[in-house]
């Protein structure tokens, strides 16, 4: 590119991370931390029971109490819905609660105690009504309604709505009869995931203050500020304008802190009260009222021939959303491109539907959807196998997709690289011996994922003493992403890293980012930075070439300096020289992932039918089942992950083995257990995730097939580490004992005395 | 969540005040059962009496008839590390300490607050069944001693009364040259867990090979810590072959009573009793086998 030196010296580097310092030394501020003079303490009443008629509320007991400020319901709120999908989430429960966990009223008190006192005080009466607890029984024609008057909630026109199924959605093509027909063998299996809780360190958390003039500020942790701002002024039903959202800093969210969790009734109570409230969930809340990744029941039926090909295949996803849709229909539809695989499929017919029960509204955690259906799909693979006499890794490698072949929704594939990761995946992890010991076995398996869209903007500013601010309203979620794109910054502009200082995560000063979802920040945030670099280049070498006479063109940006035609200027100079005589050296720039063109005639309904700058992984996992105990030891777990081009060596195999302890939890262990509605564990002692025992070292190989749109051919690393440990770990368990579970998590239990207890 | 915060400097002072405050007062030792309970309002006690002041009630000592005496407020982590643990015929309990919770649990976490805990499914104790422990106590009648499976009576109810303080667990010394034990734990991870069944077994050998006492103990399938006394009488005065092992291992399975619940299908329960009683009986085998033992 224009006026860039050639050799890379920033990126592709194991840099230490911007943020880490005061991470690990403790000086970070999160969200949680955060109190400002005079803060009250916010809590939240939430319903008992899964499915009721309100016959009272009534607060007077709890308002009378000493140090008790504040008092908010739904009588107190604007009567609005508001949701990602489809706007039919109220603030407070009206009438009825639609599941145990559903906010019903909040106190704001000198205390969390008095708050939380307060909230006992309340005179709540409730009349059962008839539940329903899974979605299939929820599709039934005379299963309870969530929500009668679903035909006048708002929601994207995509969508395809009735009663209890929040979304129907389809992709299809090819001629799946004839091919079923025509197949040498069939097989149809059903797997089943359960309501697991993204696990992040730090409770949701938010600081809200009114200022005099009507604005209001929110610290908090979401992991996306703009649409946090946007909610928040419709809810509270003012100007977008008047609402700053600020994340100090955020510790993990996993795509739990993507949706309004605290924030808008801290906001609420400080409206009621005057003064700054602070609501934090405790972690009864976080396992009964936060956004676990949804429980879903999966059908698959596949077709092959005789060599093992795939002809064809047809399945349903029933994704249960839970009391409101939320992430649903879109974490249903995406079910179905990670059910095709990244295998070619010549007739397709699946279906989706995202279904409300009275259990807890779910979210989008980490990769939402593609735990549960590569569960799914690379379990069957593994049957196919088993059931032909093939080894499970050349049955892949003869229906994988190779470059240029179509995606499920008819669009080209480019940069296809799985059948690299399965090889290099399989070679490190010993596949040739798949059984090296009595009760020891290894499993396979691979996935996609796509590199979200969604717009990013930055300013980029040069200080007088040549070092750069990349002010961008993206959000640190802990990946290490905004350094990449700090890392990219000093590339550009050839600077060292330690020269760039991020700043933002504030809707009033930072330009617009879709946020930290979708492993998108690093490859979005880093183009709008290569933007704003070109357009600082040439500002840079128009100030040089006014100083010197010579040509713009003359002049490139190399170790902190603008150099060319004998002359070596500091940048600093440049930009001191700017402040004199220019405004000072200011850059502004935008990105946006454009969707690639797909084939509409094979696909229904679907709101996000076809994947960004894919990426393609695999994973290969060696492990022991005690036969006695059904415990699992996992010896040895690699990751073969196809990152386009590593920015940070380091942090992205920091993102792979967190992603592997995540889905080692999804594999094993995790599961937020209901009786009747309600939660069994909503503790940290019983709900089960991984300790450092638990999970074995990983070994990280980065495969580099570049993608044509990311920041020197990077693609999206943050979600796909956790996809493919459920499928290859239970791989492994049927390797290692002839017997295969199907559902998550794949406890003990299950192994020895099967399902169904 | 209020309570007085006592804090006497001798046990004298601290039987006074528990003489004082009877059923309203807790006596506090590393506080990580009893804080959670406290915390989550399961318990409200009006007194809080700390006992980390009063002397003499932490550390393990051999005692003159060759036992030994665990003041009860021993850390955890102090029993997983001494030396009179780490082999040998008292090995279980070190095993069992290892794999409560985790290092910060342990750290504070005492042998007295576990066994007054009296949790069914306290790791600590089947081992200490399977050593044949007593519990002292100090009141204001003064000093008895209780064996440890007559003073756990249900989940959370122990022998002791208001007005007296555990002072130590007394271990006797094994009554034959030939001794070995171990401690074996089922959980869904392998550490702060809690445990979905536990066995502890110690096996004491006569010269013709023979067993002269057989221990087996179990946690977590019913409510208390289960001494099995079918499967010892099938073992003692008997070559502990592979036959009789098994006949223990399923005499154990059968004499529990577990629950449903959200760790386990009782069904697992007794599963893994089995699975366990006979895998600790052979380790203790082993272990003699290895010279191992004491």
Known sequence: MDGVATERRVVGRRLPRLDGAGKVTGRMVYAADFALPGMLHGKVLRSPLPHARIRRLDVAAARAMAGVRGIVTAADVPAVRYGTAVRDTPVFATDRVLFQGQAVAAVAATTPEIAEAACRAIALELDPLPAVFDAEAALAPDAPLLHPDWASYAALPVLAREGNIAARARMRHGDVEAAFASAHRIYEHRFATPLQHPGYTEPRAAVAAWEGDGRLTVWCNTQLPFDMQAVLAEILDIPSGRVRVVVPGIGGGFGGKLRVGVEHYAALLARRTGRPVKVMTTTEEELTAAYPRQATTITLRTAVDREGRLLARQGRVLLECGAFANSGPGSAAICMQILVGPYRTPALDLESLAVYTNRVAAGSFRAPAGPMANFAVESQMDIIAEDLGMDPLDLRLRNVVREGDLGPAGEALAGVSVAECLERAAEAIGWRERRPAPNRGKGLACSWWMTTGGSSGVFVRLAPDGTATLVSGAVEIGTGALTGAAQVLAEELGLELEDVRVAGADTRDAPFDYGAQGSRTAFSVGNAARVAAAELRRQLCALAARRTGLPQEAFRLERRAVVGGGHRIPIADLARESQLSGGGLIAHGTYINPAPPYDPTRVENHPLPVFNAPSFHAHAVDLSVDPGTGEVTIHDYVVAQDVGFAINPTWIEGQIEGGVAQGIGEALSEEIVYREGRVLNANLTDYKMPTAQDVPRVRSILVECPSAAGPYGAKGVGEPPCIEPPAAIANAIAAATGRRVFSLPMTAEKIVLGEGG | ?294
């Open chain 2, 1 to 294: 969540m209020s309570f007085a915060l006592h804090r006497p400097t001798s046990l004298a002072a601290a039987l006074a005040l528990a003489a004082r405050h009877g059923a309203a007062a807790r006596f506090l030792a590393g506080g990580t059962d009893l804080v959670i309970q406290i915390r989550r309002g399961r318990l409200a006690p009006a007194h809080v009496i700390d006992l980390s002041a009063v002397p003499g009630l932490a550390g393990i000592a051999g005692t003159p008839e060759g036992g030994l005496r665990i003041g009860a407020l021993t850390t955890l982590k102090a029993i997983e590390r001494h030396p009179a643990f780490a082999g040998g015929a008292r090995r279980a309990l070190a095993e069992a300490a290892r794999v409560v919770g985790g290092h910060q649990v342990r750290n504070v976490g005492t042998l007295g607050g576990n066994v007054v805990n009296a949790s069914p499914a306290a790791d600590t104790l089947p081992a200490l069944l399977a050593l044949d422990a007593e519990a002292e106590l100090v009141g204001p009648g003064g000093t008895r001693r209780v064996p440890l499976d007559a003073f756990l009576l249900g989940p959370g109810r122990t022998d002791r009364a208001p007005e007296e303080v555990l002072t130590a667990i007394r271990l006797p010394p094994p009554p034959s040259a030939a001794s070995a034990s171990a401690f074996l734990k089922a959980g869904r991870r392998k550490a702060m867990e809690i445990s979905v069944v536990c066995a502890a077994a110690r096996l004491d050998l006569g010269a013709d090979g023979r067993c002269v006492a057989a221990r087996l103990a179990l946690g977590a399938v019913a409510p208390t810590t289960l001494r099995v006394r079918a499967a010892e009488a099938l073992l003692e005065g008997h070559v502990p072959d592979a036959g009789r092992l098994a006949a223990a291992a399923a005499a154990a399975a059968a004499a529990t009573r577990p629950l449903d619940d959200v760790r386990a299908s009782a069904r697992f329960r007794r599963h893994l009793a089995g699975v366990l009683a006979g895998r600790a009986l052979a380790a203790c085998l082993g272990r003699m086998g290895n010279g191992e033992a004491a």
